[in-house]
Nanobody
Framework: QVQLVESGGGLVQAGGSLRVSCAASGLTFRDYVMGWFRQAPGKEREFVAS????????LHADSVRGRFTISRDNAKNTVYLQMNSLKPEDTAIFYC????????????????WGQGTQVTVFS
């Protein structure tokens, strides 16, 4: 079955950087658009970034554009989210997702989800 396993979360000071990864298995990785979402306590899950099969096209939420960068390595079946200039409001559980189709920001449109990795930014 399809598995998406996130890693790399942790505790980081404001202004710092962190890279989270998501290893995919059970699917033909290059057939899927990959994305990152996040959910803070008491808030709805929100779109962070997505990337097409080749990595040539990406979409980033306004709140992270210029600070976060999504990328993928099809040889390793892995998608990454490089997070720089982190802020306390970035604190959330970060989820990896996969879908066939376009780079939609709508959570319900995504087919597969990982279990999430916690990112905590302290000031």
């Amino acid at each position: 079955q399809v598995q998406l396993v996130e890693s790399g979360g942790g505790l980081v000071q404001a202004g710092g950087s962190l890279r989270v990864s998501c290893a995919a298995s059970g699917l033909t990785f290059r057939d899927y658009v990959m994305g990152w979402f996040r959910q803070a306590p008491g808030k709805e899950r929100e779109f962070v970034a997505s990337i097409n099969w080749s990595g040539s096209t990406t979409l980033h939420a306004d709140s992270v554009r210029g600070r976060f960068t999504i990328s993928r390595d099809n040889a390793k079946n892995t998608v990454y989210l490089q997070m720089n200039s982190l802020k306390p409001e970035d604190t959330a559980i970060f989820y990896c997702a996969a879908r066939r189709g376009g780079l939609t920001a709508t959570p319900v449109a995504w087919d597969y989800w990982g279990q999430g990795t916690q990112v905590t930014v302290f000031s």
